[in-house]
């Protein structure tokens, strides 16, 4: 008796989710919600019950997915787009999940929260992001470029961006694997220096510089970039790929002052970052298993911060488009190596990823998220060529 009456209480939630006909199925139901042929079924192999559903959508989906109670018959990325489309009408309880949704932004919270995601293995991230261990926007310049070919496209036209010369120094803040730095060292000849909170990548890229003989040209630190100032260090250029996501709403500012910092008069700074239209939290379920203390910033705001740093904008582009299809490369990646990933972790873990994957590429998809890079100069530089160089 209790199911049935939890059975029809989801039938009732669901019910508004009806901008595309689909399926609710139950162990003895089925249920169409919206009008037509239904594209996808969601098979509901428990309930759930209705106040998780009110306390948090998201979490309450998305935890019945990772645990099997909940399975996708038909195309999990279209049923994402379905109904990540309509997360307006997803419920949320903001007092019962205020540690979730606003997490302490210290140093040692942040490092703990980076290293929960980065810090999983190296062996697990090289099964499925491509031979540049690049965990970043892809830029397809061509229709059929390869996910590699696309990430050294996305690396070569940051550094062309950057307009390096010979004997430049340059920063990357949040260094990744170290690819980029090595691509600037090895084409530019650029004195390169990385930051990361990940012990993982701390040492895969001391490896790499090490297997490129790069000992001359590259050096990488385990640093928080509140650090930066103190360090005593200045260079030419300074780049951040896919690290503000992990800063923090009220620390934006703080992060530009400190590249602020370290920049050179004149110089260069590109910033590659998630971005919305709107100051919103992060999805509740993501920053719960996914990337705990993750916040995507508006474009305004990072835009506001940088005018007073003397930052002057150069240009901005979007290239939400070129995510989408990486994330749908990685998640095809992902399922190919799905005996190798099941070795390391269990069932519920792979279904978090895959789910974490093709949430991001139906979000990106929809226009809830956009990847923005930012250049600007510090203070005026009229010695850039007139017209877009890169």
Known sequence: ??????????????NKFDKNPFLLKFKDNQYLVGKGEPT????????????????STS???????????????????????????QMDKFSLNETLLDKIIHPSNSKESQEKQVQSHYDIGNDF?????????????????????????????KVDYILSKLYLKEGMSLLDIGCG?????????????????????????YKEFKS????????????????DYRDLPKWGKTFDRVVSVGMLEHVGRENYQLFNDC????????????????????????DSWMKKYIFPGGVIPSLREIVSSMGNDDFHILDI???????????LCWADNFHNHLDKISEMFDEKFIRMWDLYLNACAANFHIGGIDLHQILVTKGVNNELPLTRWY
């Open 1 to 14: 008796m209790f199911d049935k009456l939890e059975e029809k209480a989801m039938v009732h939630f669901f």
């Open 40 to 55: 996808f079924v969601v098979d509901f192999k428990k309930t759930i019950p209705i106040m998780d559903l009110l306390n």
């Open 59 to 85: 979490i309450a989906l998305g935890e019945a997915y990772m645990n099997g109670d909940l399975t996708i018959e038909g195309n999990l990325y279209d049923a994402l787009i379905h109904f990540l489309g």
């Open 125 to 153: 991230y090289k099964l499925w992001l491509d031979e540049t261990m690049s965990y970043s926007c892809a830029y397809f310049k061509n229709e059929d470029d390869t996910l590699y070919q696309a990430q050294v496209n």
């Open 177 to 201: 694997w170290g690819f980029l730095l090595i691509e600037a060292a090895k084409k530019y000849k650029v004195k390169g220096t990385g930051i990361t909170l990940s012990r993982e990548q």
């Open 208 to 223: 790499r510089i090490q297997k490129e003989h790069l000992e001359d040209y590259l050096t990488v630190e385990l640093m």
């Open 259 to 282: 590249i602020n910092a370290v920049l050179k008069d004149k110089g260069l700074y590109l910033l590659h970052f998630i971005s919305q239209l709107k100051e919103m939290e992060t």
């Open 317 to 327: 582009e979007n290239l939400r488009r070129h995510y989408e299809k990486t994330l």
